[in-house]
């Protein structure tokens, strides 16, 4: 069983970011090798991601060939392509986890590392390594966030809470959902937590694509159905982006702040915790993965083994993939300046 690095500081969870990003020198030069690079562009964070990615590739004399697609078929004619080319290294961040059984095979073929970034890739053992965060510890962290705040553990509430979940072709807002939900469901059976929608499931919870503006109509008719004479005390939003609509939408109903969670660590995130309009967000920082990520390509490039510190979580229903997870780090009004 898994061990989680749960932290405190005051009377609220956080964890602490413990990787140092440090990029090792390559004295021997890389060369002009290839990278190619599939990322989603569906949120600000895979811009950011992949911006890091290839400026720390570059630094290292990788050529980098970078692709942001919209959809999973888009996707998947780049991941086609960028195969073609036969770089030395393919990472590919999955806007559909299982969508690549049968795009990696040439890749298989032509001996192409692929690294699996912050999204695990099911249904093939084309997959080399996997980098992304603890996923486990930021769903618990979430979790925990709201168990403590709420003072659950001591008997608090009842408390009305409404439930928010990622899309649902990304396995790791599966990871999310689940892991929260093990520490909140105790008390919706105490009775401390009552969902009024009733909809606490992750396929009701689900916001598809993780775009924000699908989050907008069910917000609307949560709070116009339920809360139109009642209080909302609190909301588990999956990530930043569609935090900000559902704090828009809040306050369009003339409701107070209420507890809301975040993920991502965003500017505009920080922003609103600084306003107390949002609670928490859990920040990936970017140059802590990417970082991660660069020592990771370098090693498969360069015919070593990459580090790693996870053997057994990760099986994509055909072989388990080695992986390294990075700390998150849980950002609220004590930490956020």
């Known amino acids: 069983m898994k061990t989680f690095k749960i932290f405190y500081v005051a009377l609220i969870l956080i964890f602490t ?38 400026k720390l590739l570059q630094e290292e004399n990788f050529s980098v060939n970078i692709q942001f697609a ?3 078929n888009q996707q998947k004619e780049q991941v086609a392509e960028v195969i073609e080319s036969k770089p030395k ?52 962290g979430m979790g925990l966030y709201f168990e403590a705040a709420l003072n659950l553990k001591n008997g608090g509430g009842p408390y009305n809470i409404e439930l928010f979940a990622g899309g649902p072709a990304d396995n790791n807002a599966h990871i999310f959902f689940d892991q929260t939900m093990k520490i909140l469901e ?46 909302l005390h609190a909301v588990l939003s999956p990530n930043d982006n569609i935090a900000g609509v559902l704090i828009d939408e ?3 109903a003339g409701k107070p702040p209420v507890l809301i969670s975040g993920l991502d660590g ?23 993965l990417t970082a991660k990520c660069v020592r990771m390509i370098k090693a498969v490039v360069e015919g070593t083994q990459p580090d790693i510190n996870d053997v057994t979580t990760y099986n994509n229903r055909v072989i388990t993939v080695p992986a390294f997870l990075c700390t998150p780090q849980i950002i609220d009004k004590t930490n956020v300046k």
């Not at 937590?193 to 598809?208: I, M, P, R, Y």
């Not at 965003?266 to 802590?288: C, H, L, M, N, Y």
Request: proline fraction near 5%; include cysteine.
């Open 89 to 140: 290294c393919i990472v590919i961040g999955a806007i559909d986890s299982a969508a690549f059984t049968d795009t990696l095979e040439k890749a298989k073929e032509y001996n192409i590392p692929i690294i699996a970034f912050d999204r695990i890739i099911f249904d093939t053992d084309a997959v080399s390594y996997y980098a992304s965060f603890d996923n486990d510890a930021i769903g618990e």
């Open 186 to 231: 105790p008390y919706f059976k105490t009775g401390q937590l009552v969902c009024q929608s009733g909809q606490k499931d992750f396929n009701s919870a689900a916001v598809a694509d993780w775009n924000a503006e699908n989050a907008r109509p069910r917000i609307q008719k949560i709070l116009a159905q339920h809360y139109s004479d009642k209080p």
């Open 17 to 54: 970011s413990i990787m140092s990003g440090c990029i090792g020198d390559d004295s021997a030069g890389s060369g002009g090798k290839s990278v190619a690079i599939c990322f989603p562009n569906t949120t600000p964070s895979w811009q950011r991601n992949g911006d890091s990615l290839t």
């Open 250 to 252: 809040l306050q369009k």
């Open 70 to 72: 919209s959809d999973i």
């Open 266 to 288: 965003d500017p505009d995130a920080f922003q609103r915790i600084k306003a107390g309009t949002q609670t928490f967000t859990i920040s990936k920082d970017p140059d802590v």
